[in-house]
């Protein structure tokens, strides 16, 4: 099958890091220094030179959006809503445990796979779509643990992710081509990004506590893996009626584990940090069954 075929190195690289953080190869200070490396500089050049090159004249609309985005809301505050009224939590407590089953690490793992799917050029109408994923979701969050502030909002926007990505859009739409003499060192070291981050994220779930009502964490995997694209799928064929291409898109976006900076700001705030970590590593493993369970439902 080609999708687990595009699935599984990304699994192995990710389980070598794992390893060797295991086995005290790597010290904590290098998986930190890695994982800084890659999110600071790596892995936004990688998205701007993608997204600076991508194709946006086929069809790219509101509507990608709107499934996507609409679908992420619908499954955040209906889960926010079980837990306040049927589970008797907290703001903080349902805020943070409606984050983890909602965050998604899309360019991790969605995006390799929508690479190997449909081509770096057609793909990279996800990075677009990705740009404020995760300044709406913590912003959202931010606001039911404490009065979210002005600085906040705007450190959110400052994200590197958002900043590389709205770059490179805007580098796109003014026609503007990258000089082969700049864009052959890029494509050299974006390269690397993908494949380094994989690798930090392996090693650093070495690190994160496995700990917790393990149970809520299965399901709160379960609703990030397969609820939540459930929902953005049905979305997207049954109200908005996107092509199978554009489908395909948003539902694998949403379909991949819960992101590890979930878990960062439940430790900031000292909330459900044991659920969060847990899951991330759970929604992680499964990931490698579901994501290849969307792509061959949603290819065939």
Not at 163 to 188: E, R, T, Y
Not at 228 to 235: I, K
């Amino acid at each position: 099958m080609i999708t687990f075929s595009i699935i599984l190195p990304l699994a192995i690289i990710c389980f070598l890091g794992f390893l060797l953080a295991r086995f005290k190869w790597l010290s904590k200070h290098q998986i930190d220094s890695l994982s800084s490396l890659c999110f600071t500089f790596l892995i936004p050049l990688f998205l701007f030179k993608s997204t600076s090159q991508t194709d946006l004249s086929s069809g790219l609309s509101w509507t990608w959006f709107a499934a996507m985005y609409l679908g992420i809301l619908i499954t955040f505050f209906g889960l926010f809503t079980i837990l306040k009224k049927v589970g008797l939590r907290s703001n903080a407590n349902a805020s943070v445990s409606s984050l983890t089953g909602t965050y998604s690490n899309t360019v991790l793992i969605s995006i390799p796979v929508l690479i190997g799917l449909l081509g770096e050029k057609i793909a990279g109408q996800a990075f677009v779509l990705i740009a404020f994923h995760s300044a709406m979701l913590f912003i959202i969050t931010e606001l039911y643990i404490n009065s979210l502030t002005l600085k906040n909002i705007i450190k959110s926007l400052k994200n590197p992710i958002v900043v590389s990505i709205s770059a490179g859009l805007l580098f796109n739409l003014s026609g503007v081509k990258l000089p082969n003499l700049l864009l052959q060192p890029l494509d050299m070291i974006s390269t690397s990004a993908i494949p380094l981050a994989l690798f930090g994220l392996g090693a650093a779930m070495n690190y994160l506590p496995i700990k917790g009502n393990r149970s809520e964490a299965f399901v709160l995997s379960v609703i990030k893996l397969i609820m939540l694209p459930g929902v953005v799928y049905l979305l997207a064929t049954y109200l908005f009626k996107l092509p199978s291409q554009a489908t395909l898109i948003v539902v694998l976006l949403t379909a991949s584990p819960t992101g590890v900076n979930a878990f960062i700001l439940s430790a900031k705030h000292k909330v459900q940090e044991g659920i969060s970590a847990t899951t991330v590593v759970f929604s992680t493993s499964l990931s490698v069954i579901t994501v290849t369970a969307w792509s061959y439902f949603l290819t065939h």
